[in-house]
């Protein structure tokens, strides 16, 4: 077995054992592109061997994706993805898996009719909305991993001859996963039990408020009467851990809907939508954005943030050290799986009910009542870099630094 197969064979454990947790008994849907079909094979015999009853693939081509943005009359973009929806909240309300494998070209839409985008992106989350809802409250066991294709690899590595870029990528790919040094599940628990000290601290303080300092920058974050701050792992509605996202390095919450003021600057670009948004700057008052300016995409965020009520407000608080290992590879991926856990970041729209004591037992009624916001949306984007500072501000009005120049401070 060359050096490359076995790298992948664990990556395909990794995914299977850590990210998904399959157990015995359970479904597992994988969504994936052609291009990662080397890889979908090798994590679908690892699914069965570790007891999976069914491993069903849904493929997707970047090519026939933006055929149909090209060449398909505008009522087709109303045509919302029902058969997927049916099958999603079946397999969420039978306990199963989800594992999305990633690949996607950040510039794939690129010169699309931004009303084609915005369109179907309020068409397909209409009909995914109450999946949404089961993924937010940790219904079923998700991950999302990545895998290069021919398209991103070029846009990340522009400067690595062509024959060599896919190679490139999937050396970044797997260092950011902790594969190929060791006992990448060991180093996994490692990482996991460090993110969980941090989490529990944030936690026991309970702050009221986070108050962000950076050049383009001062934003105060009101934080909801009985936030939980997460790590890495979660818990499945039957008692299953999984990991979300394969890379993370955040520790998030959720933010209090109303209290939301200030500017904030991005630190990375966004790719949305099969487009690119850059050096972008979101304006709130009382919770809610009223201002955006972008020097690129600026009318796709504005559209995202159009995209209904809740998506003029903030449904994410994370924290990542400026100085972690995605960060410090110096490589922009273009893709948020990466890009968000090189920086602190926020998200626009819904909240997680998970972030909330209790939550995942609440009504979206209830939920809101409780300051979390709802939205058919959720995207995060990058904030942080080496010169943000962050405060928690207690009930009792005093600021303690939990952030000094990009890095914890506890």
Do not use: C
Not at 210 to 224: N, S
Not at 372 to 397: A, C, P, Q, R, W
């Amino acid at each position: 077995m060359s050096d490359f197969q076995s790298k992948l064979e664990q990556y395909a454990e990794l995914a299977v054992r850590v990210g998904v947790n399959i157990q015995p008994g359970q479904r597992l849907v994988i969504n994936a592109s052609i291009d990662a079909v080397e890889f979908v094979r090798v994590v679908t015999k690892k699914a069965y061997e570790a007891g999976a009853v069914l491993v069903k693939v849904n493929w997707s081509d970047d090519q026939i994706a933006r055929m149909r943005y090209d060449l398909a009359p505008d009522e087709s973009f109303e045509i919302g993805p029902k058969w997927y929806a049916a099958e999603m909240e079946e397999l969420a309300v039978d306990g199963g898996a989800i594992l999305h494998v990633v690949s996607d070209d950040p510039d794939l839409l690129k010169g699309v009719n931004p009303e084609r985008i915005s369109t179907y992106q309020m068409t397909a989350n209409k009909a995914l909305a109450k999946y949404r809802e089961y993924v937010q409250s940790e219904k079923l066991s998700w991950s999302i991993v990545a895998v290069p294709s021919e398209a991103w690899a070029a846009k990340v590595f522009p400067d690595v001859a062509k024959e060599e870029q896919v190679s490139a990528m999937w050396d970044a790919i797997l260092k950011a996963v902790r594969v190929g040094n060791g006992d990448a599940i060991e180093a996994w628990e490692k990482h996991v039990e460090l993110l969980n000290t941090k989490s529990k601290y944030l936690n026991d303080k309970a702050y009221k408020q986070l108050h962000y300092v950076a050049p383009g920058t001062d934003l105060t974050i009101g934080l909801p009467e009985g936030h939980l701050w997460a790590a890495a792992e979660s818990t499945s509605e039957r008692g299953f851990t999984f990991m979300a996202n394969m890379p993370t390095e955040e520790v998030f919450t959720a933010p209090l809907k109303s209290d939301v003021n200030g500017y904030v600057s991005s630190t990375k670009p966004l790719s949305y939508g099969g487009n690119i948004i850059d050096n972008f700057k979101l304006t709130f008052k009382d919770g809610r954005i009223v201002g955006i300016e972008a020097q690129q995409g600026q009318d796709t965020l504005e559209r995202l943030v159009s995209m209904d009520e809740g998506s003029h407000y903030l449904g994410e608080v994370a924290l990542v050290p400026h100085k972690s290992p995605i960060s410090e590879s110096n490589i922009l991926y273009y893709n948020t799986l990466f890009d968000e856990n090189a920086s602190n970041h926020l998200a626009i729209g819904s909240a997680y009910a998970f972030n909330l004591i209790g939550g995942k037992e609440l009504s979206r009624d209830e939920l809101n009542e409780r300051g979390l916001n709802n939205s058919l949306t959720h995207v995060d984007f990058m904030i942080g870099s080496g010169e943000m500072d962050i405060y928690g501000i207690t009930k009792d009005g005093e600021k303690e630094p939990v952030f000094r120049q990009g890095e914890w401070a506890f």
